[in-house]
């Protein structure tokens, strides 16, 4: 190599002691189109010395430039690309096609580097080396003056979805905008209100030129207003060794070694957690326990061993244990399931086939099993859900799989190994989707869990209060009712039941609103905008407020609650003399203008305004919010509940 550790020449024992040591540090560089990935890595190697002679010379030789246009020692800068891509048909459409991985090491750490492709026709790929790395750099033009491009919304979004904890925005060609701070500052900006929606723990930027190594390796001295550290220094003291889960205990089953009759061994790689001679175990699905008698290893047996060491394991008792088992520990279970909700990357050209059978792999088991629903699909762009009858190529969506034999998984949150799995066709035997198992799964009846449905247990039944609704009215000088405002997204829902909240509260009357934002941040963040999704919106929403008004409080829901069919079942929860509904009234083309300027202030936003608005039959109060201020809209509100003898 260009450059080697000193240690080298004076005792290559110590080097190599001291390398094998070292932390291991994986990351993929990724985002849009010509954004400069490739180039980022070239110069890394270049400036860090860790480019092999043979392939300096071999670029050289290659180079067009003029003697001026090369460094020193002859390398031209133009040519960094080539470092990492090394297809012929890359190096002459100037593209990255397939994943690079290319390894290197300083005095701190070792790396491992994927480089992946920012065409969206490979985004696939580009999930492919995300799907073991720690860290996402994600590279954004800085040429670029119209906010984030998709393709790199669409790499932050797959980052996020495969629970990589650091991500670093590195805005590339600074010096093609005369290494602007105000720039830098701009894409900063948008990048940061656009990440609100994603889940990226640790979150950095650094401005560089890749082509001329400015903050790579070396500080600038054209950005003195950036006071952060070097793409090097960062990488090479980010904080990864918390990031492993080292609290369950998680072994995969690969291999049974049977040499002779008087071993019997279990190899494998330790997904999460530790492990210690003597420790009590249990075997997965078949439930058998025992004890831990050794644990071996190539260089002989250890006492105790933890993720990610490769190990085998051998049991006081002789008990049942095959490829695909999970060895676990008792008092530390992971799920036992045939069915789960799953967020799916689909990576095929064919697209989605519900109710085909597809086959299913996560960690050393292979089983069968269908894709029963699309829940929905993800719009990268918003990072809202919509409806969609399939996916297709690089489509990302929450699906319900079921499968014919039960998976031992985590959710893909607390484990990435146990709670990841890929979907293989069974004809072609290829792969043609990554999934990530989610915690919470949703019901598959589309109409939602409403009143009529049996509860979870015969046994339970409804406590009745020793304060009576009469002695609440009198408490609160007010009837409890629920207060339905619904209609089209832009519609003033949200600003109406917050001004009717204010002037009960003025009043002197106890109400409270339930937005709907606010719902599918918590208590309903795991439902979809399907129809289904909306119909359990709906009914958990409507007990909530059925709760509330046992309290004696009058509960106002600003819901667009679009079907027909929702609004009555939920009148049957609360009681028809309980639900007043009041439909708040706009075009169509209205709605859109404002919900596109008080986003932040409705409900929910783009997935519903695609779904079919069921304009309300029986609404006891229409409110024209076209022609009628938020205030007189409140003040009408008002007025109908003093009429009615409400408060």
């Known amino acids: 190599m260009a450059n080697a550790s000193d240690l080298i020449e004076k005792d290559i024992n110590a080097y190599l002691a001291q390398h094998e040591k070292k932390e291991i540090l994986r990351f993929l560089t990724c985002g849009s189109v010509d954004d400069g990935k490739s180039t980022l890595i070239g110069r890394l190697l270049y400036d860090s010395k860790m480019i092999y002679e043979d392939q300096l010379d071999q670029i050289n030789k290659t180079s067009k430039l003029s003697s001026d246009a090369k460094s020193e020692d002859g390398f031209d800068p133009a040519k960094l690309a080539d470092l990492t891509d090394g297809l012929e048909e890359e190096k002459e459409q100037g593209i990255t096609i397939d994943v690079a991985y290319r390894f290197f090491s300083t005095a701190k750490r070792k790396f491992i580097i994927a480089d992946t492709p920012g065409h969206i026709q490979y985004t696939r790929n580009m999930a492919t080396g995300a799907s073991t790395a720690d860290l996402a750099i994600i590279l954004i033009d800085a040429r670029h003056d119209h906010g984030v491009m998709e393709q790199t919304k669409r790499h932050s979004f797959i980052a996020s979805l495969l629970g990589i904890k ?77 990031d492993r889960n080292f609290t369950d205990f998680r072994f995969p089953v690969q291999l049974v070694i049977r040499p002779d009759i008087n071993f019997r061994g279990f190899a494998g790689t330790i997904a999460s957690g530790i492990v210690r001679v003597g420790d009590e175990i ?36 002789e008990i049942d244990c095959s490829r695909g088992d999970m060895i676990v520990k008792p008092q530390n279970l992971p799920k036992l399931e045939q069915k789960f909700d799953a967020m ?157 909240e204010r002037s009960l509260f003025d009043l002197g009357r106890s109400a409270k609103v339930l937005d709907g934002q606010n719902v599918r941040m918590g208590l309903n963040r795991d439902l979809s905008f399907s129809a289904g999704g909306r119909s359990e919106n709906m009914r958990r929403v409507a007990e909530v407020s059925r709760l509330f008004n046992r309290a004696g409080l009058i509960s106002l829901v600003s819901l667009i609650a679009p079907r027909e069919i929702d609004r009555g079942r939920a009148a049957e929860v609360l009681g028809a003399e309980k639900l007043i509904v009041v439909h708040l009234s706009a075009p169509p083309e209205l709605c859109e203008s404002r919900n596109e300027s008080a986003k932040k202030r409705e409900t929910e936003t783009d997935p519903e305004s695609t779904f079919e608005y069921e304009v309300p039959s029986n609404a006891d109060l229409v409110l024209d919010t076209e022609n009628t201020s938020p205030a007189d809209c409140v003040a009408k509100v008002i007025e109908f509940l003093e009429g009615k003898q409400i408060i």
């Open 166 to 242: 650091h991500v670093l925005i590195a805005v590339n060609k600074m010096d093609l905008v005369e290494y602007s701070e105000q720039r830098f500052e701009e894409i900063k900006r948008d990048y940061l209100q656009f990440s609100t929606r994603l889940d990226i723990p640790d979150l950095h930027f650094i401005p560089i030129s890749a082509l001329l190594g400015d903050n790579i390796v070396n500080r600038s001295a054209h950005m003195p207003w950036f006071n952060g550290s070097t793409l090097m220094d960062f990488i090479e003291t980010v904080n990864i060794s918390s």
């Open 282 to 317: 249990m075997t997965l699905p078949s439930r058998k326990r025992s004890k831990i008698k050794e644990i071996v290893t190539y260089d002989g047996n250890l006492e105790e061993a933890c993720v990610p060491m490769s190990v085998t394991l051998t049991m006081e008792d």
């Open 344 to 500: 799916l990357v689909w990576m095929a050209d064919d697209k989605m086939v519900p109710g085909k059978q597809y086959l299913f792999k996560q960690t050393s088991k292979t089983v069968p099993g269908v894709i029963k629903t699309l829940q929905y699909e993800v719009d990268v762009n918003t990072m809202h859900s919509q409806d969609s009858p399939s996916l297709g190529l690089n489509q990302i969506g929450r699906v319900n799989i079921s499968l014919n034999q039960p998976f031992a998984f985590d959710r893909y949150r607390s484990n990435r190994c146990t709670g990841a799995f890929i979907v293989i066709d069974r004809i072609t035997n290829s792969t043609v989707a990554a999934g990530m198992i989610l915690d919470r799964r949703t019901r598959e009846n589309t109409g939602g869990a409403w009143w009529d449905e049996s509860p979870a247990s015969a046994t339970l039944t409804r406590e009745i209060s020793k304060v009576t609704d009469e002695e609440r009215e009198a408490r609160y000088e007010q009837k409890a009712v629920t207060i339905l405002f619904t209609g089209l997204p832009g519609s003033g829902k949200s600003t109406t039941a917050y001004g009717v």
